[in-house]
């Protein structure tokens, strides 16, 4: 595909992220049939091309010392960058010399940042690691992930990065962002497992096990996630489930966190593609704690209008008006299994829904409004989870 020498050209870092999206989306939209990973190979393509535009080399030529653009070797000139680093005056043989260093420095980092995307990409293809970093609505929070997989960021840097990356109305909304994102990594991570490591880590963790406890009708409906090992009931990716003890439960042993445990651990070889999913677990209990530590201010007492009308299903007023807003946006469609099954589990996940609230409530819940399920939908199977947490972030 021919380059557009005459497109909009990013010159620092910041202007390019803030800007990817818009940009993906418009090559998406002008080539239906391609995909992410060709939009970042065209970009890095281009950003090659303007490095080369701004690398002035110097030679020695009749006395004196003479600059060409790349050394000669630059096949395409960009007019934009030609025309803002000639000066047609005497010094430095007509070039702005401090300008190219400054282009040549950004153009670096944004090459350096897509390389990255193209790498994480890559893996993405062959791991279906594609529908989890798109899962990251914005791209702050994609770079973030970036870094936090391949860099191993350290938690001060990542609250720095947040700090920097936010304000105070847009903070909560890139923590739930990352929240998301966290808890759909860690269910896509489950589906790499295999039986014969979930044997060993029983054994080698048998002392610090997690369990749920689960009543009849709650087993029914996480039964496809059930594995027996060594006679024991395992279950990964659910939610909605007690990790207290009842009357009348089954104790089954919860698969995700010991894993993790277990891929990161001394004498086993993690999941490729997952290199560091135990460093973002600690990122994600660090930023969570901490966020909760800073909004332990009295809240102000609710009016009679702001009484919660489903303190069973809502854990307070607040996460009611959420499925509200959420209930008009989705509104009674043939979308309903997929739109109420995300609900479920992404309020279910952010702590507004009872953890543990039985499907066949939720179901009776949502009659109410002549919305009929019947099941919840695997959060994995789902689809368009970009879209749904778009309109998600929209109600808060």
């Not at 970036?146 to 109305?169: D, L, R």
């Not at 993690?270 to 966020?291: D, P, Q």
């Not at 507004?352 to 066949?360: E, G, N, P, V, Y």
């Given at each position: 595909?021919?380059?557009?020498?005459?497109?909009?050209?990013?010159?620092?870092?910041?202007?390019?992220?803030?800007?990817?999206?818009?940009?993906?989306?418009?090559?998406?939209?002008?080539?239906?049939?391609?995909?992410?990973?060709?939009?970042?190979?065209?970009?890095?393509?281009?950003?090659?091309?303007?490095?080369?535009?701004?690398?002035?080399?110097?030679?020695?030529?009749?006395?004196?010392?003479?600059?060409?653009?790349?050394?000669?070797?630059?096949?395409?000139?960009?007019?934009?960058?030609?025309?803002?680093l000639?000066?047609?005056?005497?010094?430095?043989?007509?070039?702005?010399?401090?300008?190219?260093?400054?282009?040549?420095?950004?153009?670096t980092?944004?090459?350096?940042?897509?390389?990255?995307?193209?790498?994480?990409?890559?893996?993405i293809?062959?791991?279906?690691y594609?529908?989890?970093?798109?899962?990251?609505?914005?791209?702050?929070?994609?770079?973030?992930?970036?870094?936090?997989?391949?860099?191993?960021?350290?938690?001060f840097?990542?609250?720095?990065?947040?700090?920097?990356?936010?304000?105070n109305?847009?903070?909560?909304?890139?923590?739930?962002?990352?929240?998301?994102?966290?808890?759909?990594?860690?269910?896509?991570?489950m589906?790499?497992?295999?039986?014969?490591?979930?044997?060993?880590?029983?054994?080698?963790?048998?002392?610090?096990?997690?369990?749920?406890?689960?009543?009849?009708?709650?087993?029914?409906?996480?039964n496809?996630?059930?594995?027996?090992?060594?006679?024991?009931?395992?279950?990964?990716?659910?939610?909605?489930?007690?990790?207290?003890?009842?009357?009348?439960?089954?104790?089954?042993?919860?698969?995700?966190?010991?894993?993790?445990?277990?891929?990161?651990?001394?004498?086993?070889?993690?999941?490729e593609?997952?290199?560091?999913?135990?460093?973002?677990?600690?990122?994600?209990?660090?930023i969570?704690?901490?966020?909760?530590?800073?909004?332990?201010?009295?809240?102000?007492?609710?009016?009679?209008?702001?009484?919660?009308?489903?303190?069973?299903?809502?854990?307070?007023?607040?996460?009611?008006?959420?499925?509200?807003?959420?209930?008009?946006?989705?509104?009674?469609?043939?979308?309903?299994?997929?739109?109420?099954?995300?609900?479920?589990?992404?309020?279910?996940?952010?702590?507004?829904?009872?953890?543990?609230?039985?499907?066949?409530?939720?179901?009776?819940?949502?009659?109410?409004?002549?919305?009929?399920?019947?099941?919840?939908?695997?959060?994995?199977?789902?689809?368009?989870?970009?879209?749904?947490?778009?309109?998600?972030?929209?109600?808060?």
């Amino acid at each position: 595909m021919a380059i557009d020498i005459n497109r909009e050209i990013a010159f620092t870092l910041k202007e390019y992220t803030h800007t990817y999206n818009t940009l993906l989306k418009q090559y998406l939209m002008n080539h239906e049939d391609f995909d992410e990973k060709q939009f970042v190979e065209i970009e890095i393509d281009f950003y090659n091309l303007c490095y080369d535009n701004s690398n002035l080399t110097k030679s020695h030529y009749e006395d004196r010392y003479v600059y060409s653009i790349n050394g000669g070797n630059c096949e395409i000139l960009i007019p934009k960058i030609y025309d803002s680093l000639i000066t047609f005056k005497e010094q430095d043989d007509g070039w702005d010399l401090e300008l190219a260093l400054k282009y040549k420095a950004t153009f670096t980092k944004i090459l350096k940042f897509l390389k990255d995307n193209k790498k994480l990409l890559s893996n993405i293809n062959t791991k279906r690691y594609n529908t989890l970093l798109n899962s990251a609505e914005t791209s702050e929070v994609k770079e973030l992930l970036i870094q936090i997989f391949y860099k191993k960021m350290s938690i001060f840097n990542v609250i720095n990065y947040i700090n920097e990356k936010t304000t105070n109305e847009t903070h909560d909304i890139f923590i739930n962002e990352f929240n998301f994102c966290y808890g759909f990594i860690s269910c896509e991570f489950m589906f790499h497992v295999n039986e014969d490591d979930i044997k060993e880590a029983i054994e080698k963790f048998e002392n610090s096990l997690e369990f749920i406890y689960v009543d009849e009708e709650e087993l029914s409906r996480i039964n496809s996630f059930i594995r027996v090992i060594n006679n024991q009931k395992t279950v990964f990716n659910v939610t909605g489930l007690s990790s207290e003890k009842k009357e009348n439960s089954e104790k089954i042993i919860y698969l995700n966190n010991l894993m993790i445990d277990y891929q990161n651990g001394f004498f086993a070889n993690e999941i490729e593609g997952f290199e560091n999913i135990s460093h973002l677990r600690s990122v994600y209990n660090y930023i969570n704690k901490k966020n909760n530590l800073s909004n332990t201010i009295e809240k102000p007492k609710l009016s009679l209008e702001e009484i919660n009308p489903y303190p069973k299903i809502f854990k307070n007023y607040t996460a009611y008006t959420i499925f509200k807003k959420l209930q008009e946006e989705f509104g009674n469609t043939n979308e309903n299994l997929s739109n109420y099954s995300f609900v479920f589990h992404k309020m279910t996940y952010e702590d507004l829904i009872h953890f543990d609230l039985k499907q066949q409530s939720y179901f009776s819940f949502l009659d109410d409004f002549d919305i009929s399920l019947s099941r919840i939908k695997p959060l994995a199977n789902i689809g368009k989870i970009a879209f749904r947490e778009s309109i998600y972030f929209k109600t808060k």
